[in-house]
């Protein structure tokens, strides 16, 4: 069964720092990209990152482009989001999807972890 | 970071038909594969349709998926309770090299 499972989700004030994970099962995790989406209190859905398979493509949206990173771990089926200069607008509900190999659709997805940036 | 336009709600009552829309441009729907999700709140959203007008493994045929243009079309017959969701289309955008959602639209069943 494929599974996603985020973690790392927390109350951190705004400038703070906070590494998201995204732990994988069931399926040849290293063949995949994947993506981080979130979604903010009463607001739609938000791609915010993209990791291709072997790390040689990565993609972000501008409204976290030069605060957050994202990595891979082949070897441990994780991807991890660090995210830096946390702002009030951070706070969301972030979500690790599994890319489908057709069409940049995210086939598979975790249930989410809360990140609340508060001072 | 561009967005994929959505009317904001539809509704219908059980057993009709709702179609939702999803406006975009060249260099999204125009150039690439639209996708599909239901989302119900409090759960991981689901991947309803891709490549346009494909299935997932597990989705009933009552929903359906088109794309013309710079334009895209969920459809939902025999609309259910259990439908009542938000759901978004979604679509690489080349010219920001990122992905970018729809703004949503809540389905209510009547």
């Known amino acids: 069964e494929v599974q996603l499972v985020e973690s790392g989700g927390a109350l951190v004030h705004p400038g703070g720092s906070l590494r998201l994970s995204c732990a994988a099962s069931g399926f040849t995790f290293s063949i995949y990209s994947i993506n981080w989406v979130r979604q903010a209190p009463g607001k739609g859905l938000e791609w915010i990152s993209y990791?291709?398979?072997?790390?040689?493509?990565?993609y972000f949206a501008d409204s976290v482009k030069g605060r957050f990173t994202i990595s891979r771990d082949n070897a441990r089926n994780s991807v991890y989001l660090q995210m830096n200069s946390l702002r009030d607008e951070d706070t969301a509900i972030y979500y690790c999807?599994?890319?489908?190999?057709?069409?940049?659709?995210?086939?598979?997805w975790g249930q989410g972890t809360l990140v609340t940036v508060s001072s | 970071q561009s967005v994929l336009t959505q009317p904001p709600s539809v509704s219908a009552a059980p057993g009709q038909t709702v179609t939702i829309s999803c406006s975009g441009s060249s260099s999204s729907i125009g150039s690439n594969y639209v996708s599909w999700y239901q989302h119900l709140p409090g759960s991981a959203p689901k991947l309803l349709i891709y490549?346009?007008?494909k299935r997932p493994s597990g989705i009933p045929d009552r929903f359906s998926g088109s794309t013309s243009g710079t334009s895209a079309t969920l459809g939902i017959t025999g609309l259910q309770t259990g439908d009542e969701a938000d759901y978004y289309c979604?679509?690489?955008?080349?010219?920001?090299?990122?992905?970018?959602f729809g703004t949503g639209t809540k389905v209510t069943v009547l």
């Open positions: 990791i291709s398979s072997t790390s040689r493509f990565i």
């Open positions: 979604g679509a690489w955008d080349s010219s920001v090299s990122g992905y970018v």
């Open positions: 490549d346009h007008n």
């Open positions: 999807a599994r890319v489908e190999t057709s069409g940049w659709s995210s086939g598979y």
